[in-house]
């Protein structure tokens, strides 16, 4: 089977739609239901009902869906393990990093890595924490870089590479701070947090949280770097790693004191890494 095939259904499986999987892929349509069909034929039955402007999986569908990720990341795996016994650093590396990571963190250590390993052909994906999850978990992306969820899935590793304190910040003119107590006041005040059921949004509610602080009115922007600027136009209070407060950014209170952001690398724990994979893992551990 052309494992084409099986990542074409794959990615139609996910979004739901034979339209939006080949901008995805950038395929024709035509092009798309020909490889789903090729793969129909295969296994015999259909994989897709068709409702409204959308797909949903068959049974078939579903048990394949179920299935597939192991089957790819298997051959996937078995090809990589036979390309690296030369003990060459070479090939593709697909990784999967989140904005603030790749704008922030990273950059320290990519130059060194493409210097030092020339035939590696390192293509970053820059995407939110949790889709970042998703597609290592399924075998689309070997690696990623980003936040750690409150709850870790047993089917990946996680290595601490970061851990970032949080501040809570404001204008340093902004009305709250007129108040005597100005953490007593937070909730009379808009807050500016990422959009809900992010992994950093969970964070920062699970801290204010610890803290008892409750949430007004919450308005909600995508990158922590937007944040900082919708905040450092009186928009609102937020919490901010401390790289990202400076002028006319001020911390709200010293003396609440959040924990740390703890960021790093994820890959599934039944496959072996690539040598290009493992040469970046020590690379972000060596430079820690």
């Known amino acids: 089977m052309d494992t084409d095939l099986l990542r074409t259904f794959l990615s139609v499986a996910s979004i ?24 129909e034929a ?5 994989l897709f009902d068709r409702v409204g402007n959308h797909v949903i999986e068959t049974e078939a569908g579903r048990l394949l869906r179920q299935q ?20 060459k650093v070479s090939g593709q590396l697909h990784i999967g990093t989140s904005h603030y990571i790749g704008l922030h963190l990273l950059p320290n250590y990519l130059e060194h890595y493409i210097d030092t390993y020339p035939e590696v052909d390192l293509n970053i994906d820059f995407i939110d924490s949790e889709l970042a999850y998703e597609r290592v978990l399924t ?3 070997e690696l990623a870089l980003l936040t750690f969820p409150n709850q870790a899935d047993p089917r990946l590793n996680h290595q601490l590479i970061w ?3 949080l501040q809570m910040v404001c204008h340093k003119d902004y009305e709250l701070l007129n108040h005597d107590n100005p953490t007593s006041q937070l909730s009379r005040y808009p807050c500016i947090l990422p959009p809900a059921h992010t992994f950093p949004r969970e964070l920062f509610e699970q801290q204010l949280d610890a803290l008892g602080v409750h949430l007004g009115k919450v308005k909600t922007a995508n990158y922590l770097e937007v944040i900082a600027k919708l905040v450092a136009c009186k928009m609102g209070w937020t919490l901010l790693p401390e790289r990202l407060v400076s002028e006319p950014l001020t ?31 020590d690379l972000l551990h060596q430079q820690q």
């Open 139 to 141: 075998g689309d992306l």
């Open 68 to 87: 597939a990720p192991a089957i790819l990341g298997g051959i996937d795996n078995t090809l990589q393990e036979i390309r690296d016994l030369t003990g």
């Open 16 to 39: 739901g739609s034979f339209t939006l999987a080949a901008k995805k892929l950038q395929l024709t349509q035509p092009a798309l239901s020909k490889r789903i069909k090729r793969l």
């Open 42 to 46: 295969i296994v015999g039955t259909n």
């Open 163 to 165: 851990q970032e304190a």
């Open 251 to 281: 911390v709200i209170s010293k003396e609440r004191n959040l924990s740390v952001r703890s960021m790093g690398i994820i890959y599934r724990t039944n496959k072996t890494l690539s040598n290009a994979a493992q040469a970046l893992v």
